[in-house]
């Protein structure tokens, strides 16, 4: 008996040490974004966008068929930088976004570029799809207006920056803008995907408020 429960000890004990040549892979699992919580969090952050002076309209609540749907979403008006291809973006989802542009973007591009950013281009927000369009995969938080993807950049000296291009093959100051604004956007949404982390994202950065955060590469 007495050997039993040692063993059993034992057994549980070593479930607990972390394994470190375990390699991390992305989330897997794809549910409703936090946003579906309540009113009480889509009001607080409208009041967010109204103190923070971020223009935006309030969306209808809208359901889907297949499951994709677009709860307590909001359309940018204004938020200092003009970004292109924007649609419904849950609240929190617009919030960051626009905390992003304001707090990492432009300081990155004063500090690297010596000019600012003064339009984002985007690959969109609302699209009713599976993960990276994978039939079969689970929905996308595209499909929940929980998302964003990041493409480019044009600058205020005329200068057009691409993630595609940029990323990897830019010059030095180009390549580091790239990355701080993309750890910056790891310190504001839940999940970063860049064009380090497959194949899938070799042309921008994928940010979204997924509850299965935070995870960045």
Same mark, same amino acid.
């Given at each position: 008996?007495?050997?039993?429960?040692?063993?059993?000890?034992?057994?549980?004990?070593?479930g607990?040490?972390?394994?470190?040549?375990?390699?991390?892979?992305?989330?897997?699992?794809?549910?409703?974004?936090?946003?579906?919580?309540?009113?009480? #969090?889509?009001?607080?952050?409208?009041?967010?966008?109204?103190?923070?002076?971020?223009?935006?309209r309030?969306?209808?609540?809208?359901?889907?068929?297949?499951?994709?749907?677009?709860?307590?979403?909001?359309?940018?008006?204004?938020?200092?930088?003009?970004?292109?291809?924007?649609?419904?973006?849950?609240?929190?989802?617009?919030?960051?976004?626009?905390?992003?542009?304001?707090?990492?973007?432009?300081?990155?591009?004063?500090?690297?570029l010596?000019?600012?950013?003064?339009?984002?281009?985007?690959?969109?927000?609302?699209?009713?799809?599976?993960?990276?369009?994978?039939?079969?995969e689970?929905?996308?938080?595209?499909?929940?207006?929980?998302?964003?993807?990041?493409?480019?950049?044009?600058?205020?000296?005329?200068?057009?920056?691409?993630?595609?291009?940029?990323?990897?093959?830019?010059?030095?100051?180009?390549?580091?803008?790239?990355?701080?604004?993309?750890?910056?956007?790891?310190?504001r949404?839940?999940?970063?995907?860049?064009? #380090?982390?497959?194949?899938?994202?070799?042309?921008?950065?994928?940010? #979204?408020?997924?509850?299965?955060?935070?995870?960045?590469?």
């Open positions: 008996m007495r050997w039993g429960m040692a063993l059993a000890a034992l057994v549980a004990l070593c607990c040490i972390p394994h470190g040549d375990r390699r991390q892979e992305p989330p897997r699992t794809t549910t409703r974004p936090m946003a579906d919580r309540g009113g009480a #969090d889509t009001l607080q952050c409208h009041l967010d966008l109204a103190r923070e002076r971020i223009q935006f309030r969306l209808p609540d809208q359901r889907f068929a297949g499951g994709c749907s677009a709860i307590g979403a909001v359309l940018l008006v204004d938020m200092g930088t003009p970004a292109a291809g924007l649609r419904a973006m849950t609240c929190p989802l617009a919030r960051q976004f626009a905390r992003w542009s304001r707090e990492s973007m432009q300081p990155a591009a004063d500090q690297w010596r000019t600012r950013v003064v339009r984002i281009e985007t690959f969109g927000t609302y699209a009713c799809r599976t993960r990276d369009n994978i039939p079969g689970r929905l996308s938080q595209h499909a929940f207006s929980n998302a964003v993807d990041v493409s480019g950049f044009v600058l205020a000296d005329g200068r057009r920056i691409t993630v595609e291009q940029g990323w990897r093959n830019g010059d030095e100051r180009v390549r580091r803008f790239l990355r701080q604004i993309f750890q910056g956007g790891c310190r949404f839940n999940i970063g995907l860049s064009p #380090d982390s497959d194949h899938y994202h070799y042309n921008h950065m994928h940010f #979204d408020m997924g509850p299965n955060g935070p995870y960045c590469r």
